[in-house]
């Protein structure tokens, strides 16, 4: 029996009742449900397990009814179950699906379609085609008409959660190279980005070298 992540958005009014009832509070504070929304975006099983490990981790505290304690950073961790539920999802995933998902995650969204081809070698249809499949579930989200992320900061960090260091460094030297393939002539523009991917790679002496490409 599988477990399947309940990833329809919900609009803001939904996403703070959704809170509010997890807490068992008539209204939760609007710091608690900035931090929710950049973290969780609306989805609600994100939502729910990141309050989950606010309560657990001691950041937030309910008494009589109403948020008496609430302590936030970006140093939360990504709840245990959510990275089981999501590495589940990515399983049963097609291995083009798959691959476009982590690269997603690696390139930092939003991402232009051409970078993601040239990333993961494979025809711009194709990746029209597996960003609609995914997107149709709720993995993905188009930001416009040339540019894709994820609906949740979450989901990005639960992706990366799963890979090993070796493994995203690979990965990082291919969006590395997919930046400086697809720039050509204005790679310049976009330095301090493939100084970063090379950066994580390992690679830090062509790292410092695009750095000062881009004036840093």
Sequence with gaps: IHSELRLGELDPADAEQLAAQALGVAEAPEALLDFLRKRAGGQPMFLE????????????????????????????????????????????????????????????????PELLATMLELPL???????????????????????????????????LAELTAEDLAKLHRRAADAHASVLGDQLDEEADEVGYHLAAAGDRAAAADMYARGGL
């Design 125 to 159: 249809p194709v990746v029209d085609t597996v960003v609609d499949s995914l997107s149709g579930r709720g993995l993905l989200r188009r930001d416009g008409p040339a540019a894709f992320g994820f609906p949740s900061p979450l989901a990005r960090e639960v992706v």
């Design 49 to 112: 397990e990141l309050v989950r490990k606010l309560v657990e981790s001691g950041a937030l505290n309910v008494a009589n009814g109403q948020v008496s304690a609430l302590s936030l950073d970006d140093g939360v961790v990504v709840p245990r179950t959510l990275r089981a539920l999501m590495g589940d999802r990515l399983r049963r995933l097609s291995d083009d699906e798959r691959h476009l998902f982590v690269a997603v995650a690696v390139l930092e969204p939003p991402i232009a």
